[in-house]
């Protein structure tokens, strides 16, 4: 079924994408002001997605296998691929009005309300292909379907599915996150570059709580979760805000008391340490909310992430933090308060670096962010786990987490309610109607 993970990962891109140009419909509307650069490089990177990789795989495969083994979606097939035909002029409409704005041509309102039907049209036909057809797929696809398309979505050497096409829409989406504005994106002008690591093992349990309860007051805020994160895995903790999420960060970390239930790191209780033990026992945090120093520089923000190591080795943690967040190299002697909101996130998630984790715990890393932004900062997350990192991972962006997660836990008012791989968690019907609008 790795065929259809592959086509939603274009859907969750697509989406990101469009909801970016409806954050940039609903900027022009309300200031006037008009991006045309970056606006157009976004337009590009999804057009070449559509008809160079995405659209191919659908047409070629999926529409395919579902005409011959499920007919009744025949008139349904026939209008995406309709749609899949208008796409590339649709594109260039919206190019030409870019360009009718920047001129005087055409006014902002107009360009805006385009760029909305636009999205809404791309966002609908995404829903009609997950709701319908991905599971249809599911169901009816026969065994030599499956070897058929598999063959091809796994040659790396594929002209549209290869490592070659990935690698060039990888560099192509970063080189929009290198023009963005201010308001949307990072900023910097050059993109870092990570060395992926080993496979991650899963061989012996790091994390293991149980029966974990909390109080504010009275109101007990966790009641008796009991969860084990792997050495190497990514674990995602989602659920709705007053779950309880930052609540259970906040206790593994010892920032917040506990009243019941154990929690053992490495083979250790670590239920009464303080939470500056926690640190150098190699638990780091990066916390809700970002919480950056304002005043201090980026510099000194980072340093203070690793005021428990050695000092010989901060230098060259500071090179590898600057490589992973090229815009923080920049702006490295500015205070830590003039930073955007995206750029105060990479911020966080580089002073927890600092400390050189065994566990790391994400707390909410894309609240605010804009949805350009949130794919970023998934990508990092997704190379420390390439890494081998141990990571804990808290999030109400549901889809985003379960996506690169080994395995996920749902949290409701305060107890788990449902665990399982992040594959099987996005696919339950449960999770995706409660969590991920789908």
Same mark, same amino acid.
């Given at each position: ?111 805006? /309300? ?23 797929? +599911? ?16 040659? $790396?050497? +594929? ?111 670590? $239920? ?12 780091? /945090? $990066? ?52 930073? $955007?909101?995206? /750029? ?35 990508? @990092?997350?997704? =190379? ?5 990192? =141990? ?27 449902? =665990? ?5 968690? @996005? ?12």
């Amino acid at each position: 079924m790795d065929a259809l993970r592959i086509i939603s990962e274009d859907h969750n891109n697509l989406w990101r994408m469009a909801t970016t140009v409806d954050q940039l419909a609903s900027e022009l509307e309300s200031t006037g002001v008009l991006e045309p650069k970056f606006l157009t490089s976004v337009l590009d990177y999804m057009g070449q997605l559509e008809t160079r990789s995405h659209y191919p795989k659908e047409n070629d495969y999926l529409f395919r296998y579902l005409r011959l083994r499920s007919p009744q979606v025949a008139e349904t097939l026939n209008q995406l691929e309709k749609d899949h035909l208008e796409s590339s002029a649709k594109h260039q409409h919206l190019r030409t009005s870019i360009s009718a704005v920047a001129t005087g041509k055409l006014s902002g309102n107009t360009l805006a /309300q385009q760029l909305r039907d636009f999205t809404a049209g791309m966002k609908s036909h995404i829903l009609t292909e997950e709701k319908q057809l991905l599971p249809l797929a +599911h169901k009816s696809f026969l065994p030599e379907d499956w070897n058929a398309i598999h063959q091809v979505f796994h040659d $790396s050497q +594929h002209p549209l599915f290869g490592e070659a096409a990935q690698a060039e829409f990888r560099e192509l989406y970063h080189r929009i996150v290198s023009v963005a504005p201010e308001s949307l994106g990072l900023g910097a002008q050059s993109v870092g570059h990570l060395t992926q690591g080993k496979d991650p093992t899963h061989a012996d349990v790091l994390l293991r709580v149980q029966g974990l309860e909390s109080c504010y007051g009275r109101i007990k805020a966790l009641k008796g979760i009991s969860i084990e994160v792997r050495r190497g895995e990514t674990v995602a903790l989602v659920g709705a805000n007053g779950a309880g999420k930052s609540t259970f960060l906040r206790a593994l970390s010892g920032v917040q008391a506990i009243s019941a239930g154990s929690i053992h790191f490495d083979g250790e209780d670590i $239920s009464t340490l303080r939470s500056d033990v926690r640190v150098r026992r190699g638990i780091c /945090q $990066s916390p809700e909310g970002r919480q950056v120093f304002g005043p201090l520089s980026i510099e000194d923000n980072l340093r203070l992430g690793a005021y428990t190591q050695p000092k010989h080795q901060v230098a060259g943690d500071l090179e590898k933090i600057f490589t992973m967040f090229p815009i923080l190299k920049e702006k490295r002697r500015l205070a830590a308060g003039t930073l $955007s909101g995206g /750029q105060q996130q990479m911020l966080a998630i580089g002073r927890a670096l600092m400390g050189r984790p065994r566990l790391l715990l994400l707390d909410e890393p894309s609240m605010g962010l804009a949805p350009l932004l949130v794919q970023e900062v998934f990508d @990092v997350i997704e =190379t420390l786990k390439s890494q081998g990192m =141990t990571i804990l991972l808290v999030e109400q962006n549901a889809l985003a987490a379960l996506d690169i997660a080994d395995r996920g836990y749902v949290l409701e008012t305060g107890s788990v309610t449902l =665990t399982g791989t992040g594959n099987e968690l @996005v696919r339950n019907e449960q999770v995706r109607t409660a969590y991920l609008g789908m």
